[in-house]
């Protein structure tokens, strides 16, 4: 591949931000917060709330929040999964990137859109800084279909400004050392982040931003020093390279 291609991205940020629309927003605030209702649900069924997920702060004490929380149990239904397939924003980035897929990591049968929830002022609640690459080349099971790149898309569903995604720009074009550590059943990449640290630049992320970024960016969540949990979802895409040659 040419170095002028996806990993660029725009203006060679290695990212780039749309917004979606105030419908679909909307939308996908209702499937997520009827997602959590459900998983609250089946681990607790005698707990009577009324709780939004952006307000899951408020009840977290009353759940095991480590135990009902894996990402799998907060990857979408497939139903929900070909909901948003019909998105306009999934329109808007076939104008971009080509025709495209979606990842299926947990081997479900349909690509998986993951939710996330980061209480305020909780750090262990906070993805530390990595490269997403670094996951699928511990993890060489993981499907990637012949000739395509993996680009990510991260949805703003709640957030106070800038209290949600950070990101090292241009960071997609140097290489970055890092050992791994096996947790769970899964491989994953441990990163000395205190040198790069100054280098990280917080995005605004009010509620609506779409940001997309190649997934050898560097990047991480912000400890939430909003008022509410943030709630964000997202999603990787295999891009045919050939389209940026």
């Not at 203006?11 to 927003?25: A, H, Q, W, Y």
């Not at 997520?32 to 005698?46: A, R």
């Not at 690509?111 to 996330?116: A, D, N, P, T």
Request: aromatic residues 14%.
């Amino acid at each position: 591949m040419k170095e002028k291609n996806i990993l660029e991205l725009k203006d060679g940020s290695g990212f780039f931000t749309l917004k979606i629309n105030k419908d679909e927003l909307e939308i996908l605030r209702n499937i997520v917060n009827e997602h959590f209702h459900k998983i609250i649900k089946m681990n607790y069924p005698n707990f009577n709330f009324n709780t939004s997920v952006n307000e899951y702060h408020k009840i977290c004490d009353k759940v095991e929040h480590n135990k009902i929380w894996s990402m799998v149990s907060r990857v979408l239904s497939e139903e929900k999964y070909n909901q948003f397939l019909k998105f306009e924003l999934i329109n808007r980035l076939s104008k971009i990137f080509g025709n495209f897929s979606i990842s299926d990591e947990n081997n479900l049968g349909y690509g998986e859109l993951v939710w996330r929830l980061v209480r305020p002022n909780k750090k262990d609640d906070v993805g530390p800084i990595h490269c997403d690459k670094w996951f699928w080349d511990l993890n060489p099971n993981h499907y990637v279909p012949e000739n395509c790149e993996r680009v990510k898309c991260w949805i703003s569903l709640w957030c106070d400004n800038k209290n949600g995604l950070q990101v090292y720009p241009k960071s997609q074009l140097k290489d970055f050392n890092y050992v791994s550590e096996k947790r769970h059943g899964y491989i994953k990449p441990i990163f000395d982040h205190f040198h790069v640290e100054n280098f990280m630049e917080k995005q605004n992320c009010d509620p609506g931003t779409v940001i997309i970024f190649n997934d050898k960016l560097l990047h991480g969540g912000a400890v939430n020093e909003g008022l509410q949990t943030r709630v964000s979802m997202e999603f990787t895409m295999f891009v045919n390279n050939k389209k940026f040659n």
